[in-house]
């Protein structure tokens, strides 16, 4: 007699069980067990399917008590072709093809786990947005308010951020991309000491591109994406470092030198223009004519608030 312990949706077109014990440790083992010493006070026994995989397992219950008198352990299917039997081997024959094609998209994305195959297969998987989706939504959100309050040369470095995680995520992990959901600690650390050994990236700029996927990643915790920034603990702080300037006869000598390419004497001019201004480029590509002003001692002086 079918009784459910809990509500049993139609699956229609998901999944086939396999009965089959798979010798590779690297394949997945579809069970259909039946529980004896849980009879209920019908006599009746609740079926699992049990899933292994690398020496894991991870148990499902299907809703269904049957008689044990009725339970072909070796078909792993309810005896008889009445309407229950019937009703109760369509379902576990669409669970198992369901659970077989969850693992083999899971495996062609790299990324499989009894835990995030369980999580698929109960609509639990809620959040599939990428890191590589979350920084591009970031960045051409970010692109469309360049010039309003937020500037290209800031922008950039957002945009190499990217580049630069497409390159790693392969080398580091086998495969294109990751969801958010499941970046961690490590993975902060793991790209951090990327960026320095490949990348040779000093200190404070790697700290600068940490810094900015952490700032990507507090946006999909206020967009509720995700519970939590992944690199809460991880921790990354500026070193001091000697900076060198340029003395005055060094700026002469920039100064009085000319070059052939009328390009390369606009490059000498603006730079030495953010040298005695103390002007950044982003700041300084942003003046105007109209930025020039008459200061108080009737000498021209840039005046903005930019």
């Known amino acids: 007699m079918l009784n459910p312990i809990l509500p049993v949706i139609p699956i229609p077109n998901l ?8 010798m590779s ?19 009746l026994a609740p079926l ?35 309407g ?23 495996m062609k994305e790299g990324d499989f786990n009894l835990d995030k195959l369980v999580d698929r297969f109960f609509g639990r998987d809620h959040t599939p947005m990428t890191l590589l989706e979350l920084v591009n939504y970031h960045n051409e959100d970010f692109k469309k308010r360049i010039g309003i309050d937020y500037t290209f040369s800031t922008f950039e470095k957002y945009d190499i951020l990217r580049k630069k995680l497409e390159a790693f995520i392969p ?25 320095k050994e490949h990348d040779k990236n000093k200190h404070n700029t790697v700290v600068k591109y940490i810094t ?44 009085h030198r000319t070059f052939k390419i009328e390009r390369l004497n606009l490059v000498r001019d603006m730079f030495l223009f953010q040298c005695y201004t103390g002007l950044a480029y982003s700041n300084m590509a942003l003046l105007t004519i109209t930025d020039v002003k008459p200061g108080i001692d009737g000498n021209n002086w840039i005046i903005n608030r930019k």
């Open 15 to 22: 999944f086939i069980q396999l009965n089959v014990t798979v």
């Open 171 to 195: 080398v580091k992990y086998g495969k294109q991309d990751m969801r958010i959901r499941d970046l961690s600690f490590q993975f902060a650390a793991d790209f951090d000491f990327y960026l």
């Open 84 to 106: 229950e039997a019937e009703a109760i081997n369509s379902y576990l024959q669409q669970t198992q093809s369901k659970l077989v094609s969850l693992y083999n998209d899971m």
């Open 48 to 82: 699992y399917i049990r899933l292994s995989y690398c020496q894991q397992r991870k148990s499902i219950s299907t809703g269904y008590n049957i008689d044990p008198l009725k339970w072909d352990a070796a078909k792993m299917r309810v005896k008889g072709k009445d």
């Open 25 to 43: 440790k690297n394949n997945i083992t579809i069970l259909i067990l039946i529980v004896k010493n849980k009879l209920n006070r019908n006599g």
């Open 212 to 255: 900015n996927l952490k700032k990507i990643l507090n946006m999909a915790v206020t967009n509720g994406w995700i519970d939590k920034s992944p690199f809460i603990r991880f921790k990354s702080t500026f070193k001091d470092v000697e900076r060198i300037y340029l003395t005055q006869e060094e700026l002469d000598a920039i100064e």
